[in-house]
């Protein structure tokens, strides 16, 4: 109950009285077993981990197909658990979250190996970047619906994990994918008040939204926190304003396609997608993790950019794959954007000298099987 309420509000948006309204018990009662709503949020995601470990542990003297069906069944059954642990566990002290990071680099460590004893030949850090791609892949029923049918959904994540294991990085060091420079930028801003959403996009990305406060915004560039309500009402437009600018951004370069005229070209939409990416990896995180903290307008026009953005990409796909399915089109253009998001904002793959070639070999063996 627990896990589902912070997979669905955000830790900040849940209290210890929703919970036990939900188990039908007191507080207190709740308190006896957790001492605050952060041992509570840890102890969900440490469950949900268990069972990751378990079905690692069963299937790892098997088949790599074996092992990935085990962890794609656990993704479906707690589609909770993958949002809670790359989402909230950063709310989590470090004597809390210590041991989160630790249980799931056992998991890692274990599939990277199950997955070394297939290709004896990729290195422990390529292993490990193209396990935490297959995870993101596992992890799509958290965030996405689907058409399919249960059984379908899961042999179509399962076979897109495979296709990230088994991709081949050595390929993608013969292009280069170059970052646009400089990221968004909003000609209607002034100096100041870029350099608040600047500031506020870091601090989000690393706090959460709940978590930081217009002080603390203030002190990062040197001024009072009262001194921002010269330039924004609220913490809440900041927010919207940060959206609204990377919304912005995809949304020109799609009008730009459409202008062009040409064929669908799915590796540079990819391409191009992965380069917006990592030139501005910290509003990725934000605009994954914080879009239920944006007024209902605000969200509604990021939510329509995402849109066009996948359904570009799935025409893409079934221009070049006649005989695909659009409903599995449309699983595969979800489950790459994941792959990429996670790549780029998880961790430090970001600063691996050719990791954009890297995520466009991963990302394209997802999509084209």
Not at 136 to 156: D, I
Not at 314 to 333: I, K, N
Request: aromatic residues 6%; charged residues 25%; proline residues 4%.
């Amino acid at each position: 109950m627990a896990a589902h309420r912070f997979h669905q509000l955000g830790y900040h948006r849940v209290s210890l009285g929703d919970v036990a309204a939900d188990a039908g018990v007191t507080g207190p009662a709740v308190y006896r077993h957790f001492r605050n709503k952060e041992a509570l949020l840890a102890a969900a995601i440490a469950g949900g981990l268990e069972e990751v470990e378990v079905a690692v542990a069963g299937a790892s003297a098997g088949s790599l197909e074996d092992l990935v069906a085990a962890v794609a069944e656990v993704g479906l059954h707690r589609p909770d658990m993958w949002v809670l642990l790359q989402r909230e566990s950063r709310f989590l002290s470090p004597e809390l979250l210590t041991p989160i990071q630790e249980q799931f680099g056992g998991v890692v460590d274990a599939f990277s190996r199950r997955l070394r004893r297939e290709n004896p030949g990729l290195a422990a850090d390529d292993a490990r970047l193209l396990v935490t791609a297959a995870t993101a892949v596992l992890s799509l029923p958290s965030t996405t619906r689907t058409s399919l049918s249960p059984e379908q959904y899961r042999r179509e994540l399962a076979a897109a994990a495979l296709r990230c294991l088994r991709a081949d990085l050595s390929t993608a060091r013969a292009d280069t994918v170059e970052p646009q420079r400089g990221g968004p930028t909003d000609p209607a801003l002034s100096a100041r008040r870029e350099q608040i959403v600047d500031s506020a996009i870091a601090l989000f990305f690393s706090r959460g939204y709940s978590g930081v406060s217009l002080d603390d915004i203030g002190a990062a560039i040197g001024i009072a926190g009262p001194s921002i309500l010269h330039h924004f009402a609220t913490k809440a437009d900041i927010l919207v304003t940060a959206f609204d600018r990377a919304s912005t951004s995809l949304a020109e370069a799609q009008s730009r396609r459409r202008e062009s005229g040409g064929a669908p070209d799915l590796q540079g939409l990819v391409a191009a997608y992965i380069a917006f990416c990592l030139d501005n990896r910290s509003m990725l995180g934000v605009y994954v993790s914080e879009p239920m903290h944006l007024p209902a307008d605000a969200l509604a026009r990021t939510q329509e950019t995402i849109r066009t953005e996948l359904r570009d990409w799935t025409r893409a796909l079934l221009a070049t794959s006649w005989d695909l399915d659009e409903a599995v089109a449309r699983v595969r253009v979800r489950a790459a954007v994941v792959a990429i998001n996670d790549l780029v904002r998880l961790g430090h793959f970001a600063d691996r000298p050719r990791i954009g070639t890297e995520i466009l070999a991963v990302a394209l063996s997802i999509l084209k099987g």
